[in-house]
Nanobody
Framework: QVQLVESGGGLVQTGGSLRLSCAAS????????MAWFRQAPGKEREFVAG????????SYADSVKGRFTISRDNTKNTVYLRMNSAKPEDTAVYYC??????????????WGKGTLVTVSS
């Protein structure tokens, strides 16, 4: 069982930066691939970024590529999402997720409750 708790959400201006954190419980954090998803009002949840168990392999949605960076610290059981050059369309609830096998379809094994990011224009 893995419990995930996101933090770091809030209000940011267009062009600004924000760093989201996701703290995981349990001793097996390094066994899981991690990902961030987001859901904007009235839209379906979508994949944002993913990271392999070791952190050596990453993947990004085209909409955030070059602006967002996903990383992890296995010594702290934490995964991060650095958001740069924020755009109003990045406004959403951001969810952290864990799975033994990374998938972009949302079929992850564990989910956090989400943190709201609002980008003002």
């Amino acid at each position: 069982q893995v419990q995930l708790v996101e933090s770091g959400g809030g209000l940011v201006q267009t062009g600004g930066s924000l760093r989201l954190s996701c703290a995981a419980s349990g001793r097996t954090f390094s066994s899981y691939a991690m990902a961030w998803f987001r859901q904007a009002p009235g839209k379906e949840r979508e994949f944002v970024a993913g990271l392999s168990r070791s952190g050596g392999s990453t993947s990004y949605a085209d909409s955030v590529k070059g602006r967002f960076t996903i990383s992890r610290d296995n010594t702290k059981n934490t995964v991060y999402l650095r958001m740069n050059s924020a755009k109003p369309e990045d406004t959403a609830v951001y969810y952290c997720a864990a799975a033994l096998v990374l998938t972009k379809t949302g079929r992850m094994d564990y989910w956090g409750k989400g943190t709201l990011v609002t980008v003002s224009s």
